[in-house]
């Protein structure tokens, strides 16, 4: 039972542009959101996150969007770069401290 | 600052060997955690220790074992490996209010 999902294996979008990455969730207790870049043969680092009170956070050029109802966020990067060339992971915890699952991944390529 | 560290990076085993991979974190995290990352699986949870003294099973434990030896150390073992365990593994540590940081991986491959 996948209860985090990345349905798009990959993205492709020209430098300057907006990319945006989506996850959906399917346990209604998760409470706290992530997302997680991650280079290879390097480990996952933390990117931005949301708390389920928020429906928005905003960090620099990355923004993360939460719609609860939808059991949906998605991360926005504006503009793209090359270097965001990167696996994105979406994960979700519930109470903070418990499992953090995480998605599948969506490779993003960002071109010159 | 270290951060979490992972030993080894790499690793070949044969069928039915055993090892134990290592990870300990000098931020006094009270969570630690054990993935494994396939292609196309993402990273998917093996066992994870909410603190010193506790561990649960994640999504995939089977053929795992975990220790934790005390808050800063969290052992994962393969008592008898198989071709179907060969993955990247991926440890990591969080407070109740912080992202989870990760080491930098050990990539084991079972022949």
Redesign the interface.
């Known amino acids: 039972d996948q209860q985090v999902k990345?349905n798009s294996?990959s993205l492709s979008v020209q430098e300057g542009r907006i990319s945006i990455l989506n996850c959906d969730y399917t346990n209604s207790m998760f409470d706290y959101f992530?997302w997680?870049k991650k280079y290879p043969?390097?480990?996952?680092?933390?990117l931005i996150?949301i708390s389920s009170i928020k429906d928005k956070n905003e960090d620099g050029r990355f923004t993360v969007f939460l719609n609860k109802s939808a059991k949906h966020l998605s991360l926005h990067i504006v503009p793209s770069q090359p270097g965001d060339s990167a696996v994105y992971?979406c994960?979700a915890s519930a109470e903070?401290?418990?499992?953090?699952?995480?998605?599948?991944?969506t490779i993003l390529t960002v071109h010159p | 600052n270290a951060g979490v560290t992972q030993t080894p990076k790499f690793q070949v085993l044969k069928t039915g060997q055993s090892m134990t991979l290592q990870c300990a974190q000098d931020m006094n995290h009270n969570s630690m955690y054990w993935y494994r990352q396939d292609p196309g699986m993402g990273l998917r949870l093996i066992y994870y220790s909410a603190s010193e003294g506790t561990t649960d099973k994640g999504e995939v434990p089977n053929g795992y074992n975990v220790s934790r030896l005390n808050k800063r150390e969290f052992s994962l073992r393969l008592e008898s490996a198989a071709p179907s365990q060969t993955s990247v593994y991926f440890c990591a540590s969080r407070t109740t209010i912080t992202e989870a940081f990760f080491g930098q991986g050990t990539r084991l491959t079972v022949v």
């Open positions: 990345q294996p992530l997680y043969a390097e480990g996952p680092t933390f996150s992971f994960a903070h401290y418990g499992k953090l699952t995480f998605g599948q991944g």
